[in-house]
């Protein structure tokens, strides 16, 4: 044989025993050292030996990873022939190969150990790493059997070697999120208690609130199966309660059959984020009878990164009473042109400093606000309810997407991210070298950031792109006589030319400074007109004669209402915003005339 003959002759059984001595990380240096070596390690039964000794007992059998990193094509040889070209045998499936998994094995490990070190080393939070570990492979088996599904094999490595880095002994009032460490998971009945609790069908034990949802999302929700791994916000008395959790399994022959998002009733479900989801990381929301779930990050690594990367530029671990516990709980942007995973082969030139965040909010409370089209008036304007609006702009129920997060309240947030994200864009972002170099992000900056012409573009962009991916709101226009068509145009001429294109130009400000829920009235009335003179174009209407004038009015009292925001803003905070500033052209702030019976129908 070939291997014999490189190998001076040794049998198989005496080579096996060799190098069963060596760790996985010495067979790897060694196989890729030289012809020689590489062409002594190719058998299979060497590799699934050294990969069941770095498994520590697990069932070695048992390998789940993300759909995207099981999708890579990795060889299962390359022939050394001496040629510049080198012709490689390429594996249908690579995850039954020994060696692939060891490869990928030690690609996990060593992002995990470099990740948790900067932890320990960069931070005061953690405790000292304890000596021994904090799960077996035995008590593995038993979570993973009572949730009826493996555990992604990173996950698994993570509990196996690297728990012990990441631990808390002692806390203030709310503890911080630690990862699969305290009582609550050491403990395995408590573990198994809160995975139950978790789980879709115990939030809706029977499909009578889904009845407006498709067959396909109701069976895909009721067969998912999650893993809770940290409890981000879970106080004693507080009815809200926010869970880190991974995607285990679900019925994926529905993926085909699902929406985007779905977000009503008190159910907020990222399903395009859970398509191919395995091993993916999501945080969840249970309030009562709320229950969300958004996807955060591509696997439990690419999190831990994340979590690691926010403790250090935070100065310590964010609980939800704390600045930066938005980012432990949503996805932060990265570098562009990278792979979607860190769990993916890399660039020859890689770095795990790539995968930090380019961005922090340094927000305390993360909310996903329901952008449903319940139109909400101030209080002020009593006359009018949702379900009054969305009976006369909605009439047919269609459901719209949800406006980016940002759109709304970004002064109101530390950092606005697409203001950010575009300076970046500017003037470039120094990426550090390894985890070791990043550094506590300064407090010290202003806490919001005042409107500019930069700002007012980004908003106008974000309501643009926002109008252009949405439904139109009229399904089955509505025709009358000419006569009554003409009167209907002649309204609506003034109304554009008056009213609605002062409210156009007003919008992207008043956006910035609202908070989301009187954001939202804005948008949707903004969007609902909108409607009404596309359907005009074909010689159809959504508003009547009569309609157009309760829009006029309803149009005139939020203009007043944006007027009061901007005198807010420029009188008690001493600055003026708008002018000048906030576009290339002036903006009309005048008090608009409200007729005597504004809002009344």
């Given at each position: 044989m070939?291997?014999?003959?490189?190998?001076?002759?040794?049998?198989?059984?005496?080579?096996?025993?060799?190098?069963?001595?060596?760790?996985?990380?010495?067979?790897?240096?060694?196989?890729?050292?030289?012809?020689?070596?590489?062409?002594?390690?190719?058998?299979?039964?060497?590799?699934?030996?050294?990969?069941?000794?770095?498994t520590?007992?697990y069932?070695?059998?048992?390998?789940?990873?993300?759909?995207?990193v099981?999708s890579?094509?990795?060889?299962?040889?390359?022939?050394?022939?001496g040629?510049?070209?080198?012709?490689?045998?390429?594996?249908?499936?690579?995850?039954q190969?020994?060696?692939?998994?060891?490869?990928?094995?030690?690609?996990?490990?060593?992002?995990?150990?470099?990740?948790?070190?900067?932890?320990?080393?960069?931070?005061m939070?953690?405790?000292?790493?304890?000596?021994?570990?904090?799960?077996?492979?035995?008590?593995?088996?038993?979570?993973?059997?009572?949730?009826?599904?493996?555990?992604?094999?990173?996950?698994?490595l993570?509990?196996?070697?690297?728990?012990?880095?990441?631990?808390?002994?002692?806390?203030?009032?709310?503890?911080?999120?630690?990862?699969?460490?305290?009582?609550?998971f050491?403990?395995?009945?408590?573990?198994?208690?809160?995975?139950?609790?978790?789980q879709?069908?115990?939030v809706y034990?029977?499909?009578?609130?889904?009845?407006d949802?498709?067959?396909?999302?109701?069976?895909?929700?009721?067969?998912?199966?999650?893993?809770?791994?940290?409890?981000?916000d879970?106080?004693f008395?507080?009815?809200?309660?926010e869970?880190?959790?991974?995607?285990?399994?679900?019925?994926?022959?529905?993926?085909?059959?699902?929406?985007g998002?779905?977000?009503?009733h008190?159910?907020?479900?990222?399903?395009?984020?859970?398509k191919?989801?395995?091993?993916?990381?999501?945080?969840?929301?249970?309030?009562?009878?709320?229950?969300?779930?958004?996807?955060?990050?591509?696997?439990f690594?690419?999190y831990?990164?994340?979590y690691?990367?926010t403790a250090?530029?935070?100065?310590?671990?964010?609980?939800?009473?704390?600045?930066?516990?938005?980012?432990?709980?949503?996805?932060?942007?990265r570098?562009?042109?990278?792979?979607?995973?860190?769990?993916?082969?890399?660039?020859?030139?890689?770095?795990?400093?790539?995968?930090?965040?380019?961005?922090?909010?340094?927000?305390?409370?993360?909310?996903?606000p329901?952008?449903?089209?319940?139109?909400?008036y101030?209080?002020?304007?009593?006359?009018?309810?949702?379900l009054?609006?969305?009976?006369?702009?909605?009439?047919?129920?269609?459901h719209?997407?949800?406006?980016?997060?940002?759109?709304?309240?970004?002064?109101?947030?530390?950092?606005?991210?697409?203001?950010?994200?575009?300076?970046?864009?500017?003037n470039?972002?120094?990426?550090?070298?390894?985890?070791?170099?990043?550094?506590?992000?300064?407090?010290?900056?202003?806490?919001?950031?005042?409107?500019?012409?930069?700002?007012?573009?980004?908003?106008?962009q974000?309501?643009?792109?926002?109008?252009?991916?949405s439904?139109?709101?009229?399904?089955?226009?509505?025709?009358?006589?000419?006569?009554?068509?003409?009167?209907?145009q002649?309204?609506?001429?003034?109304?554009?030319?008056?009213?609605?294109?002062?409210?156009?130009q007003?919008?992207?400000?008043?956006?910035?400074?609202?908070q989301?829920?009187?954001?939202?009235?804005?948008?949707?009335?903004?969007?609902h007109?909108?409607?009404?003179?596309?359907?005009?174009?074909?010689?159809?209407f959504?508003?009547?004669?009569?309609?157009?004038?309760?829009?006029?009015?309803?149009?005139r009292?939020?203009?007043?209402?944006?007027?009061?925001?901007?005198?807010?803003?420029?009188?008690y905070?001493?600055?003026?915003?708008?002018?000048?500033?906030?576009?290339?052209?002036?903006?009309?702030w005048?008090?608009?005339?409200?007729r005597?019976?504004?809002l009344?129908?």
């Amino acid at each position: 044989m070939l291997l014999d003959k490189q190998t001076g002759g040794l049998p198989p059984e005496l080579k096996f025993q060799i190098f069963r001595h060596l760790d996985i990380s010495d067979l790897l240096n060694a196989s890729a050292s030289c012809k020689f070596w590489y062409l002594a390690l190719c058998d299979e039964v060497i590799w699934e030996a050294a990969y069941a000794k770095l498994t520590r007992g697990y069932p070695i059998h048992q390998f789940v990873v993300t759909d995207c990193v099981r999708s890579v094509t990795r060889p299962k040889f390359v022939q050394l022939d001496g040629s510049e070209d080198l012709s490689a045998q390429w594996l249908d499936d690579w995850t039954q190969s020994w060696k692939q998994r060891s490869v990928f094995a030690v690609h996990v490990l060593n992002i995990q150990r470099e990740v948790t070190s900067a932890a320990q080393q960069k931070t005061m939070m953690f405790d000292p790493p304890k000596s021994t570990p904090l799960y077996s492979a035995a008590f593995i088996q038993n979570i993973e059997t009572a949730l009826g599904a493996p555990f992604p094999i990173d996950f698994v490595l993570y509990l196996l070697y690297f728990s012990p880095y990441l631990t808390f002994s002692a806390f203030d009032s709310h503890p911080p999120c630690a990862l699969a460490s305290g009582p609550i998971f050491q403990q395995e009945p408590w573990w198994k208690s809160t995975n139950a609790i978790i789980q879709f069908s115990t939030v809706y034990p029977s499909s009578k609130r889904l009845e407006d949802l498709s067959q396909a999302a109701i069976e895909f929700m009721y067969s998912t199966r999650m893993a809770c791994f940290g409890l981000a916000d879970w106080t004693f008395g507080f009815p809200t309660k926010e869970f880190l959790t991974l995607l285990l399994d679900a019925n994926w022959n529905l993926q085909g059959q699902l929406p985007g998002v779905i977000s009503r009733h008190g159910l907020r479900v990222d399903f395009q984020g859970m398509k191919s989801g395995i091993g993916k990381v999501f945080r969840q929301t249970q309030e009562n009878k709320t229950y969300e779930l958004c996807c955060i990050a591509e696997s439990f690594t690419d999190y831990l990164i994340q979590y690691v990367a926010t403790a250090i530029t935070t100065g310590y671990l964010p609980s939800w009473t704390l600045m930066g516990y938005n980012d432990l709980m949503s996805t932060l942007p990265r570098l562009d042109g990278l792979p979607v995973s860190i769990l993916i082969p890399q660039a020859q030139d890689w770095s795990i400093a790539h995968y930090l965040p380019t961005y922090y909010s340094q927000e305390m409370i993360c909310r996903f606000p329901s952008y449903e089209a319940h139109v909400y008036y101030d209080s002020y304007a009593d006359h009018l309810s949702w379900l009054t609006a969305e009976a006369l702009d909605n009439p047919d129920h269609v459901h719209l997407p949800d406006p980016p997060v940002h759109i709304a309240n970004g002064f109101y947030t530390r950092r606005w991210q697409p203001y950010l994200q575009f300076v970046v864009s500017q003037n470039g972002i120094d990426v550090p070298n390894s985890l070791l170099e990043l550094e506590e992000l300064s407090v010290s900056q202003p806490a919001s950031q005042h409107i500019n012409q930069d700002i007012y573009r980004l908003e106008r962009q974000l309501i643009d792109d926002w109008i252009q991916t949405s439904p139109n709101t009229v399904k089955t226009c509505k025709y009358k006589s000419d006569t009554e068509l003409q009167e209907i145009q002649r309204k609506t001429d003034r109304l554009q030319s008056e009213v609605f294109q002062l409210f156009t130009q007003r919008l992207p400000f008043i956006l910035y400074y609202s908070q989301h829920i009187d954001g939202l009235c804005y948008l949707h009335t903004y969007k609902h007109f909108l409607d009404h003179l596309e359907c005009l174009k074909s010689r159809k209407f959504k508003y009547n004669a009569l309609d157009l004038d309760f829009v006029e009015d309803r149009f005139r009292y939020l203009l007043n209402w944006m007027r009061g925001v901007y005198l807010n803003h420029r009188y008690y905070i001493d600055w003026q915003p708008g002018i000048n500033d906030a576009s290339e052209s002036t903006l009309d702030w005048s008090e608009v005339a409200v007729r005597a019976n504004s809002l009344v129908r």
